[in-house]
């Protein structure tokens, strides 16, 4: 699919979509950080913690994705090579449910980028200079959201913020790298001879 | 037209949901249902498997996998979707019923905005939700009585 339908599918999307307030959307999200802050000991428990619950939202955010485009009267057809999964997650998939469109790097077949310039999860959000918060990934909810939709469909990924603007990058990077087509089958006893 | 009934599958051949959708709609028990579910699931794997016409990738354009889309029977109609998620909706209907593939994409949607959205719905699970199955109600009352509208 090409990137103008992505974005233009994306944007109608959007339009259709019923509105939160982004200011309670983002001191939501903020709060909820601070409480797994205050719950768990290390950094790499509040990051699994948010990828976690990112997973949850992921795998049933899908199935809304491909029903309200089906409705809209739009064509999402199977994507056949990661390139286009990646175009149609940040084009249509970011913007349908936050707004805000991503750019997609590639990186390799089986690898790409996606950068967000503009976050609606960290709108007010500083984090404190002390050296423990270098590794918390305030976004990480997002890795689990890729990861949790893209295996309803049969991808198995592994999602990765490398970059994130609180901890002082100009841009937020999500890595996204595919491990497995997940292909479920009858198995291998019934192959034909 | 008059509906008969409404099953979903999920992506392990289990039955998730079913519904009798109108006065005619046959008495079933559950146990048979169960087993409606999961022959189906299998019948539309076989289906698939069985094609003689392989799509490259086993894939077609514009849908999911190969597989039944539509039986006519002499007093059933019946037509699946399946989405690309693996959940198949099936609905039954008696024949000269128009719009049935409108109701499918419909009953998808709801099941994306009443039962995934439940947060204590455990996805492939049976659906419990009210909400969901009140939706369809409106949905088949008004389709019914009105033929398909936009919304």
Redesign the interface.
Known sequence: MSKSTAAANGHSLWQKMPKANAELFALTYGTLVTELVRDYESTEDINEQLEKMGYSIG??????F???A??AGM?I??C?AFAETAEVLAKTGFRMFLGVSAEVQMISDSSFSLLIYENPLSLFVELPSDPKWKDIKYSNLYCGILRGSLE???LRVECTMVKDVLQGDDVNEIRVDLKEVLV?G?GEEYDEE | MVFLSLFIVN?SGGLIHHRPLGPNAPQIGTNEWLRIGSTFHSLH?IAA?ASPLRLP?N?N??G?DDGIEEIHAGGLELRCFQ?????KFVITAEPGTSDMEYVL??I??L???CA??DPFYE?EMPIRCELFTQAVDNLIEHVEKNGPSK?
């Open positions: 795998v049933r955010c899908v199935d809304e491909l029903a309200k089906d409705q064509v057809p199977p056949r309803q469909v049969n479920d009858a | 992506k794997a498997e990738g894939k354009p514009y999911a989405t690309r998620t693996d959940v994409k419909e998808y949607v099941y994306t905005d995934l959205k996805l919304r």
